[in-house]
C-alpha cells in the first residue's frame, strides 16, 4: 500500500496589534481600538472573521467603519464592526485586516490591525481504507466510514480505485466499484459528482483502494503490479 506523504507549511501564528498612536492622540480620554483576528489557522476554502471594538467611547455615539484587508476578499460586513474574508485560494502567508473608525474625536487615532495567518501550501490525497473480495455487509461497514469522512470535508472528492485479480473474472473490479459508488450516494447520500471511479489495472488479488482526495489536489496514480499479458496469459491457461 502506498502512502500519501504531504508537506504542510502551517503558519500557526496570530499577532494582534492594537492601534498606532500619533502624538496628538495620546490623550487619556481617547477610545482605545482593538481588532481581534480568528483564533485557528485559515484553510482553503474557510473564511476570516474580523472584529473591532472601540472602548471608551458613548453608547450614543454614532461610529462608521471602514476596513481594508491585505489579501482576500471582503464578502460580508463592510461598514459595521466585524467582517468575513474569503480565503479560498489565498497562498499561505499573512492577512491584514485594517479598521479606520469615524466619529471618534478628531484628536485621537482612528485605526487598528490585526495580522492572522492563511496556512496549508501543497494539498494532496491520503489513503482511507483497503480491501479485497470481502462479503457486501463486511464492505458496507468500510463504506459507511467512507461517506461519514466524506461528509465532514464536504469539497474533498471519494476516489475508488480498482484492481483485477490475475485469476478473477474479467470486469469483476469495476462492477464492484460500481455497486459501492452506488451504495454511497443512495444509501450514505454522497453527491455522485464526488465519488470518482479509476480502473487501475492489475494486482494478484482484486483490490478495491478508497482515497479522500481534497479540493484541488492532484489525484492519486494507480499502482498495478501485474501486466496485461500476465493476466490474459493465466486465464488462457485456466481455459485449458
Not at 483564533?39 to 454614532?62: R, W
Not at 459501492?180 to 482484486?206: C, P, T
Amino acid at each position: 500500500m502506498r502512502l500519501a506523504i504531504c508537506f504542510f507549511l502551517l503558519t500557526s501564528f496570530t499577532q494582534i496589534f492594537g492601534f498606532v498612536a500619533s502624538p496628538q492622540s495620546l490623550r487619556e480620554d481617547c477610545p482605545v481600538i482593538t481588532v481581534s483576528c480568528p483564533e485557528e489557522v485559515a484553510q482553503p476554502g474557510n473564511t476570516l472573521t474580523f472584529t473591532a471594538d472601540v472602548k471608551g467611547i458613548s453608547s450614543n455615539a454614532k461610529l462608521s467603519y471602514s476596513w481594508t484587508v491585505s489579501a482576500g476578499t471582503i464578502i460580508k460586513g463592510q461598514n459595521t464592526s466585524s467582517i468575513t474574508v474569503d480565503a479560498d485560494g489565498l497562498k499561505a502567508g499573512p492577512v491584514t485586516a485594517t479598521v479606520e473608525v469615524e466619529g471618534l474625536p478628531m484628536s485621537c487615532a482612528k485605526k487598528a490591525s490585526c495580522t492572522t495567518a492563511v496556512a496549508e501550501l501543497i494539498r494532496c490525497w491520503r489513503p482511507f481504507d483497503q480491501y479485497g473480495a470481502i462479503n457486501f455487509e463486511d464492505e458496507t461497514a468500510r463504506l459507511d466510514n467512507f461517506a461519514i469522512q466524506l461528509l465532514e470535508e464536504p469539497v474533498a472528492e471519494g476516489y475508488i480505485i480498482v484492481y483485477d485479480g490475475r485469476n478473477g473474472r474479467a470486469g469483476q473490479a469495476l462492477s464492484r466499484a460500481n455497486r459501492a459508488k452506488n451504495y454511497l450516494i443512495k444509501k450514505r447520500e454522497v453527491a455522485g459528482d464526488r465519488i470518482v471511479i479509476v480502473e487501475g489495472g492489475f494486482r494478484e488479488e482484486m483490490t478495491v483502494e478508497l482515497w479522500i482526495v481534497p479540493a484541488g489536489a492532484e489525484p492519486p496514480t494507480p499502482a498495478p503490479t501485474l501486466e496485461s499479458t500476465d493476466v490474459r496469459g493465466a486465464r488462457l491457461q485456466q481455459k485449458r
